[in-house]
């Protein structure tokens, strides 16, 4: 799955600690979130939803298999 998480998070001027701090989350869970090799608990996905407060499809887009 590819997302737009970087790019959110840099045009909010947000450090990857920032992001972190606001989804309860470890810095290394942003950074692999951010390089595609960590997919999301849904849990998780709704609160990064919540903090861009944006739909959830708009931020993930699955592969095409």
Do not use: C
């Amino acid at each position: 799955m590819r997302n737009h998480l970087k790019e959110l998070r840099k045009d909010r001027g947000w450090s990857q600690a920032e992001l972190a701090e606001r989804l309860d989350v470890t810095r290394q869970t942003v950074i692999a979130l951010e390089k595609g090799k960590y997919d999301p608990s849904l849990p998780l996905a709704f609160r990064i939803s919540k903090v861009f407060g944006l739909p959830i499809e708009r931020l993930f887009i699955p592969d095409e298999q």
